[in-house]
């Protein structure tokens, strides 16, 4: 459910943290972290917190997109997945996709699609259906041939499974936009679609 000031009120009470307060100590933690556990669990909570449009504007305050980024820069397969699913969740807004583009997330994120890790690739998924939409050049550099042959690679892989498929229209928009092999790339934007997008 998606937060409001009221309701924000409402959760916090007379002597809770504020949601600000909360998600700097987040970062804080994050940063001051020395094992690579807690920083998986930090950036999984703060993934969590970047699906509700109430903290899209703290998120861009405190950096948090650009520590995203810089996760999927890890050799640690949990710290990318983690920081991948936080994009996802955050692109639907274009102030958070400008802010991801200005950090140069695309090729970071581009390069997601070729992880071990399923979620990452579904993650990666939605991130760049969302993106497409935010200008002509972030489009052109997602739509270019090598990133339609990643996503088709990944639609004919055997692990590829439709269950919990939710909504074609998610993929024939993205199939039509990319006006490449629609039937395999449909296949992997729908599992991406359902995956990571609800």
């Given at each position: 459910m998606f937060t409001n000031n009221q309701r924000q009120e409402e959760r916090t009470g007379k002597?809770?943290?504020?949601?600000?307060?909360?998600?700097?100590?987040l970062v804080s933690q994050f940063q001051n972290a020395t094992d690579e556990e807690t920083k998986e669990r930090i950036v999984a909570n703060l993934a969590n917190f970047a699906y509700d449009p109430y903290n899209y504007t703290i998120l861009r305050q405190l950096n948090v997109l650009e520590l995203f980024v810089d996760c999927i820069t890890?050799?640690?397969?949990?710290?990318?997945e983690f920081g991948i699913g936080g994009i996802c969740n955050a692109c639907a807004e274009p102030k958070n996709v400008a802010t991801i583009v200005e950090a140069d997330g695309i090729p970071l994120i581009i390069k997601s699609l070729s992880s071990p890790v399923r979620n990452t690739v579904n993650y990666a998924l939605?991130?760049?259906?969302?993106?497409?939409?935010?200008?002509?050049?972030?489009?052109?550099?997602?739509?270019r041939p090598e990133v339609v042959d990643l996503i088709e690679r990944y639609a004919a892989a055997e692990s590829v499974s439709l269950e919990n498929t939710k909504d074609d229209d998610f993929a024939k928009s993205f199939c039509i936009a990319m006006g490449q092999n629609a039937n395999a790339t449909m296949n992997v934007l729908r599992i991406g679609k359902a995956l990571c997008c609800g």
């Open positions: 002597h809770g943290t504020p949601r600000l307060q909360y998600l700097q100590e890890e050799p640690n397969e949990k710290l990318v939605g991130a760049l259906y969302y993106m497409c939409d935010y200008n002509r050049a972030t489009r052109e550099e997602i739509l």
